[in-house]
């Protein structure tokens, strides 16, 4: 069955950088667009970047712009998210996703979703 595995979430300061992965089983990886959502507590699940299968074609929320970078390795079947300059307002559990028909910033575009995994941004 598909499977997608978030890591490398955790604790850092204002100001510091992170480096999420999402490791992909089960699905032709190369052929999905994959994506990055977060959920701040009491808040609804955002769209924050999207990737489509070429790695050529990216978009991401304006809260995000400039300082997040979202890429993928189809060879190891994972997609990552570069987060630099992290603010409070970051603080989220993040969601990879992976869509078929070419979804763009709407959760309910997507086939699957990963567990999730915390990031915390202090101040």
């Known amino acids: 069955q598909v499977q997608l595995v978030e890591s490398g979430g955790g604790l850092v300061q204002a100001g510091g950088s992170l480096r999420l992965s999402c490791a992909a089983s089960g699905l032709t990886f190369s052929t999905y667009t994959m994506g990055w959502f977060r959920q701040a507590p009491g808040k609804k699940r955002e769209f924050v970047a999207r990737i489509r299968w070429s790695g050529l074609s990216t978009i991401y929320a304006d809260s995000v712009k400039g300082r997040f970078t979202i890429s993928r390795d189809n060879a190891k079947n994972t997609v990552y998210l570069q987060m630099n300059s992290l603010k409070p307002a970051d603080t989220a559990v993040y969601y990879c996703?992976?869509?078929?028909?070419?979804?763009?910033?709407?959760?309910?575009?997507?086939?699957?979703w990963g567990q999730g995994t915390q990031v915390t941004v202090s101040s």
């Open positions: 996703a992976a869509g078929l028909r070419r979804p763009e910033i709407i959760a309910d575009d997507y086939d699957y």
